[in-house]
C-alpha cells in the first residue's frame, strides 16, 4: 500500500518493526523518561523482532515498553515525533506532550499512551491539537479505565485481563497513599479465557504495601486467586462470591478509597453492581 502512514508507538519494539517496511511513513510517539519504579513482571517480546536476539533498555515502562535497544543488531527506539515527558502521577496527572502541559483527572500510567496516539493521530491529518490540553479536562475514560464512583468515599474500578494489565493496575494502586482496601475478582468465562495459570505471572506480592487495609478476593475462581496470594504470604481478609457484598464491607471500613480490580466477565457485572448500589460515575 503506498504512501501510508502510521502512527506507532516508539517504545513498543513490536510496534515499530513496522516502520521499517517500504513505502511506509512512519511517525512514533513515547515516553521519553524513566517514569515507574523498576517492577518485576515478565517482558513480553523481550527479544529484537529484527534478529531474534535478547533486548536490553535504557529505562523501562512495562511489558515490553521503553528506550530499547538490540546489542546485535542495533534495532532501537527511534527518534520521538510526539513525547512525552514530566510526567506526575499524582491527582491529577500532568504531563507534556511536545512541551504543551497536559492535565488529566484519573490515574493510570497507560493512559498516557492511549492520549499521546490520539494527539499524533490529530496531528498526522493535519487537525490543529491547540486546544487538546482543554478537551482533556472534559474527557472520561471507558469503563474500568480507573474509573471512579462516589459513595463516602471513592470506589476506582479497573479491568485487568492479563499479567501487563495486572501489574500497572497494583502500580498505579500503589501511587494512591491513603489507606485503601483492595477487591479483585477473577472469572474464567469463555471471553477471559479457561485457563488460570497467567495469575502466576502477575507481581501480586506488590500490593501488600504499608497503606493497604483490607485485601477482597472473588469471582469464579476467588479460590485460585486466593491460592495464588497464599504462596506470597499476603493474608485475604475475606472470601466471596457476591461482589455487592464485597463492595458494601469495604465501604463499612475506615479506608479512606476502594480499588476494584476485574478481569473481562467481571466488569459489567461490576459496574451494575456500582451503579445498583448508587455510586455516581
Known sequence: MPNLKLVLNGDDPLCVQFGREENVKAYYYGISEKVLPQLDDTKEGRFCPVCGEEQKYNYYHYSQLGDFY???????????????KNVSLDTPMKFTINNQPMVINYKGFYNIYNLI???????????????????????KPQIGRMQEYKFNKPVILSLSKNPAGFNQAIAT??????KKDVIIAINDKANDGRDVSWLWDVDFDKIADENLNTLTTTGIRVYDISL??????????????????????????????????????????????????????
Do not use: H, W
Open 70 to 84: 538490540c546489542p546485535s543488531c542495533g534495532f532501537k527506539r527511534p527518534e520521538i515525533d510526539f513525547e512525552v
Open 173 to 178: 494502586v500503589n501511587t494512591d497513599k491513603r
Open 228 to 281: 495464588r496470594f497464599k504462596y506470597s504470604d499476603i493474608k485475604v481478609d475475606r472470601m466471596t462470591q457476591d461482589m455487592a457484598d464485597a463492595i458494601t464491607k469495604c465501604l463499612e471500613t475506615d479506608s479512606e478509597v476502594v480499588y476494584v480490580l476485574v478481569n473481562y466477565t467481571a466488569l459489567y457485572s461490576t459496574e451494575a453492581v456500582l451503579k445498583k448500589l448508587g455510586g455516581e460515575a
Open 117 to 139: 496516539a490520539v494527539y499524533g493521530a490529530l496531528n498526522v491529518l493535519g487537525e490543529k491539537t491547540d486546544d487538546f490540553a482543554k478537551l482533556l479536562t472534559g474527557y
